[in-house]
Each structure stands twice: as C-alpha cells, then as structure tokens.
T-cell receptor, first 116, second 114 residues
Framework: ETGVTQSPTHLIKTRGQQVTLRCSSQ?????VSWYQQALGQGPQFIFQ???????GRGNFPPRFSGLQFPNYSSELNVNALELDDSALYLC???????????????FGPGTRLTVL | AQSVTQLGSHVSVSEGALVLLRCNYS??????LFWYVQYPNQGLQLLLK??????LVKGINGFEAEFKKSETSFHLTKPSAHMSDAAEYFC????????????FGQGTTLQVKP
C-alpha cells in the first residue's frame, strides 16, 4: 500500500511568483487536507477537499487555492508569493467524508517552500 | 473557537525516565483529540486518538494519553523514554462531526539524554 506522496520535496521561488504543489493520496482515500507549517510552529489548516469539492477552509487568503482530481490526488496553488509563505506544506489524506467520524489522517513528508 | 495549548515547548528527560507532555484544549463540547509525532524532515505520524470511547487511550511505541474532561486536558505519557523518542510532538483537536480540520498546538520538542 503506497502512502501519501508529495512533490516536489523542496522548492525555491521569488516573491510575486506562483507555485503549484502536488499530493497523491493513499489508496482508497477520498479526502485530502492541506496544512502550512511555519518553522517552529504547529501545522495550520488551509483547506480540505472531498470528492473534488472544497469542504472547509482555514484562515488563508484566496490566493491559496486547490484542486482535487477524480483519482483523489490534489494540488495546492499559491499566487503572488510572499516571504511569509515560506513553510513546510503538508498534505494529509483520509478515508473519511461528510458526516463521518474523525478517521486518521495520513500525512505526506511535505514540500519545503522557500520564498526569496 | 477551539484551541490547543501545549505547555512547554521543550522537554528534556533522561533515557528510561518518565515522559510527560502536556496538552490542554478549549472547547464547549468534548472534541476528538490526537497526538502526532514528527521526526526531522518527515511528515506527521499518528500516535493515538481519543474519540469519546475509553478515556485512557493507548497508542503506538508505548505511549498513552488520558482524557480528563474536568481539566480539559489530554496529556501524553510514556513510562520509560527511549533515545528514539526524541522528536517533535503535536497535540491536535478536531471538532466533533468534522472529518478534516485539525487544530494543532505549537508543539513540544522532546530531548532524550543518554
């Protein structure tokens, strides 16, 4: 069983650029959540996708957007990058869904984004 | 709004000593509670979770946590620390009925001295 994978591992961008991060969910999981983890902080919830629809969003501006594909993989897009966007971006998948209990979320290794 | 507070950003114990990592939550109703561990340059791994069943929850690697509603706490313990336990530990809460959003604490770095 393949776990959650993320690409790329590391990324360096300059302020104002756009970036796309990718996540492949674990087999059988239809829900993907994205988190931002700044250095020395706990992860912060960005948003969640369930069956290709956004299902909940944290306190992040609209320049953070996402997609989920029919195979349940997902992308996180960030436009107009700012220095404070430098962080580890974590993707987590789960077999949950609307109205279900808190199934375990399986985290990928993350993408380290550096904005210069 | 729900929140999680982890008391102590750094905890240092000797190998073989008791590990106690503290977590308090704020919620009007008992939420679901989790402990995750993060090793350097890795994602998060679930240690254990509380979902309103038994108040004493056993997890992997010898860790356990006790849910105390009266104290709004969910402290993580391990009777005997091992060098391999050195890592970052995060307590997290999820509102009841919500399958996605996890609210994490700031994390506690556990150092294990030989």
């Amino acid at each position: 069983e393949t776990g959650v994978t993320q690409s790329p591992t590391h990324l360096i961008k300059t302020r104002g650029q756009q970036v796309t991060l990718r996540c492949s969910s674990q087999s059988g999981h239809n829900t993907v959540s994205w988190y931002q983890q700044a250095l020395g902080q706990g992860p912060q919830f960005i948003f969640q996708y369930y069956r290709e629809e956004e299902n909940g969003r944290g306190n992040f501006p609209p320049r953070f957007s996402g997609l989920q594909f029919p195979n349940y993989s997902s992308e996180l897009n960030v436009n107009a990058l700012e220095l404070d966007d430098s962080a580890l971006y974590l993707c987590a998948s789960s077999p949950g869904g609307l109205g279900k209990g808190p199934g375990e979320q399986f985290f990928g290794p993350g993408t380290r984004l550096t904005v210069l | 709004a729900q929140s999680v507070t982890q008391l102590g950003s750094h905890v240092s114990v000797s190998e073989g000593a008791l590990v106690l990592l503290r977590c308090n939550y704020s919620s009007s109703v008992p939420p679901y509670l989790f402990w995750y561990v993060q090793y350097p340059n890795q994602g998060l791994q679930l240690l254990l979770k509380y979902t309103s069943a038994a108040t004493l929850v056993k997890g992997i690697n010898g860790f356990e946590a006790e849910f105390k509603k009266s104290e709004t706490s969910f402290h993580l313990t391990k009777p005997s620390a091992h060098m391999s336990d050195a890592a970052e530990y995060f307590c997290a809460v999820s509102p009841q009925g919500n399958t996605g959003k996890l609210i994490f604490g700031q994390g506690t770095t556990l150092q294990v001295k030989p």
